[in-house]
């Protein structure tokens, strides 16, 4: 008989072998992945779970708060403003971007058990004055129209079905002229169908995503939803990504993987498919900087 652990990540990996089923019932799939990973994540990389980009020889929590403060620099967030972050997780980017700017900022997610942890570890920081955190979905913000001065979004729309629906809400909530930023996983354009099946798929699949855009489909989902788009680019402008993939590579190769525990297989399994992705030049990273309509 399985164990508990090794039935849910059977069913999950039921639930999302075919895209289709993946994309109708996206908040089903994606509060199962983290239910099944949220525990190994923390362990491993504390409240931020995203990549970084390194400047030199930092640690990672050194390169991971470097890339959430620049979003704040990027965006001008400062004193006095009321911060929307969309896909918030664990709280790690809210509690640094709440520290470096005096802004207030609310954290959205769509998994209860993320949202609950965002909110001890906020305590915990001294930081529940500046930050709340609440369980939504990005395609229907629970805001009135105009309430936001600015809004991020880190490596989160990549699980949304709907992403231009995403960006029309974040225009919606945010008043005329504020700044919308994104920092998140994207298919590189040059892909081919062949490339796509190969290594975006496995990425999508293995990670509980609905699809993954390209830097083209983002400017016309951006503009589409009325932006001004100012800055549209690959991460690596930033800075380089190369270390994230030395640290996946080296996490997946710790343990043969028959002698890992299901939930962790399927982590392993899923950051080999990221570095496979990254090294064919399939699966990037990238950032935007826009201005909401009005």
């Known amino acids: 008989m399985k164990s508990s652990a090794s039935k849910r990540v059977a069913d999950f990996e039921r639930h999302v072998a075919d895209p289709t089923a993946r994309q109708r019932n996206h908040e089903q799939v994606v509060n199962e992945y983290y239910e099944l990973v949220n525990e190994t994540c923390q362990s491993f990389w504390g409240p931020t779970h995203h990549f970084s980009v390194y400047a030199g020889q930092e640690t990672p929590a050194e390169a991971a708060e470097h ?6 620099d990027r965006g001008g967030f400062g004193p006095g403003m009321r911060l929307l972050d969309i896909g918030c997780g664990v709280g790690g980017p809210a509690f640094t971007v709440a520290r470096h700017s005096g802004a207030h900022v609310t954290g959205l997610d769509m998994v209860p058990s993320r949202v609950e942890t965002a909110r001890s570890g906020a305590a915990e920081r001294g ?10 979905d990005a395609m229907k913000l629970p805001y009135p129209r105009g309430h936001f001065d600015g809004a991020y979004t880190i490596e989160a729309l990549c699980h949304v079905p709907d992403k231009r629906q995403a960006h029309r809400e974040a225009a919606r909530v945010l008043r005329p002229g504020a700044p919308w930023l994104g920092y998140d996983w994207i298919l590189r ?41 100012e800055e549209l680019y690959e991460a690596t402008e930033l800075g380089s990504l190369e270390e994230n993939w030395i640290q996946l590579d080296r996490f997946t190769r710790a343990v043969p993987h028959e002698q890992l525990p299901a939930r962790l297989n399927l982590l392993v399994r899923g950051a080999e498919a990221l570095v496979a992705g990254a090294r064919a030049q399939v699966f990037g990273i990238m950032f935007w900087l826009a201005k909401a309509p009005g």
């Not at 890339?67 to 704040?72: A, D, N």
């Not at 930081?127 to 939504?136: C, D, I, Q, R």
């Open 127 to 136: 930081l529940a004055p500046t930050t709340s955190f609440e369980v939504g």
């Open 67 to 72: 890339t959430e403060r620049i979003l704040v």
């Open 189 to 229: 354009d040059s892909a081919s169908a062949a490339d796509i099946e190969r290594y975006a798929e496995p990425i999508c699949r293995l990670h509980g995503l609905s699809h993954l855009s390209t830097l083209g489909q983002i400017r016309e989902d951006l503009e589409t939803s009325g932006y001004t788009v």
